[in-house]
DNA sequence: CCTACCGATCGGTAGG
DNA sequence: CCTACCGATCGGTAGG
């Protein structure tokens, strides 16, 4: 119980929000995946029965769009922000970067949900999503190439396969990050940051 | 039907055996998920009842053990491989690569259920999978190292986060890789080692 | 590999 | 948000 409520009379507990089964939902989503979590292990983690979260939402499949859209919400932010910015298109390149960094690390239930579960999204959801991911890439694939054409990024780079390695590296800290773990956000964006633009292997001619 | 195969007097279809099972489980885990998959989903893709599947395994669970242990097993031949060669760090990193991009596109199924199915894993098999994942990681962090010693690595480079980031491209690839999709297992792997050991910033200081 | 089932659990509803 | 359910589907078994 949160130090705000206040204490019910006796046992009981407070009244959920739509706001709390969709975040809960977002959790069990996000550790045992879409079909692992029943209606009635999402009451269990409320504190009610499956039963009484018919009287919040339609039905299952409605949390799951719920839960991916506030992702996609958030990781579209980062490109909208990013555009608004003028720069150069390495500046660019890196608050992108930066951005779906801090997305993750903010929102890790929603963005575990919306990299692992779309699949399972009815098909008219799950068309959008996809269109949002390619609409996503895509941003990438323009950053590199307006960076290849002002001189920062090398003239050999490929900018469709590079977007999806870069995004391979960002995608992947949904994988791994605990907020446990010792690295703060920026210290893993700027780690992050140093693998992308500069490689790894010394003196390379390219 | 296989061109091997004698037809049927009649209809029917030829016995399956029990890596066939095997096969489709791969098959079905990679594209729907395990719990996405039932036992009559499985029945269905082998022409045959979902009970009649007992009579070639267990339960559904050795299913999802034996198709992540194959994925398992092709992964640590890499790893198995890349020892045995003597060369430079930079040349068993290489070799790294490109091995663990030809698994990927020789047995997507396998490395797809590997890589997404493990958490569904009993327990104890589980464990033995994050092992194994540990032990893969391990592997890269030290030919980093070595890399470094060698002088082929740049000194700043960290090993561990390193390891992370170059298999957080590898195994985006279980995710994107179409085999009707345009570039040769060959050319994907010239791709990523361009990637990752080069960067993509021109005349970058490190 | 099929017939004929089993108990458990699923998503969901009616009515309060 | 609970009581009291529903039909469908789940993993799995006995016996052939």
Redesign the pocket.
Same mark, same amino acid.
């Given at each position: 119980m949160s130090a705000t409520e206040v204490a019910p009379v006796s046992g009981g507990?407070?009244?959920?929000s739509r706001d709390d089964v969709v975040a809960a939902a977002g959790r069990l989503f996000a550790k045992r995946g879409f079909h692992g979590? #029943? !209606?009635?292990?999402l %009451?269990d983690e409320? %504190? !009610?029965? %499956? #039963?009484?979260l018919?009287?919040?939402v339609? %039905?299952?499949?409605e949390l799951l769009v719920e839960v991916i859209a506030k992702g996609a919400e958030f990781f579209n932010g980062v490109v909208v922000a990013a555009a608004e910015q003028t720069g150069s298109a390495i500046d660019e390149l890196r608050n992108l970067v930066y951005g779906h960094v801090h997305v993750v690390v903010d929102h890790i239930d929603e963005a575990r949900t919306f990299l692992f579960e779309s699949r399972f999204l009815p098909e008219a959801n799950r068309r959008q999503i996809v269109e949002m991911r390619d609409a996503y890439e895509a941003a990438y694939r323009k950053v590199i190439s307006r960076g290849i054409a002002e001189g920062d990024i090398a003239a050999d780079v490929d900018p469709g396969i590079t977007a999806i390695f870069i995004l391979s590296v960002l995608n992947a800290l949904i994988r791994w990050y605990r907020p446990s773990g010792e690295r703060t956000a920026a210290e893993i964006a700027d780690e992050m940051w140093a693998f992308i633009s500069g490689g790894i292997v010394t003196g390379v001619s390219r």
């Open positions: 507990s407070a009244p959920r979590t #029943s !209606m009635r292990d %009451g409320l %504190g !009610m029965l %499956g #039963s009484s018919y009287s919040h339609r %039905g299952k499949n």
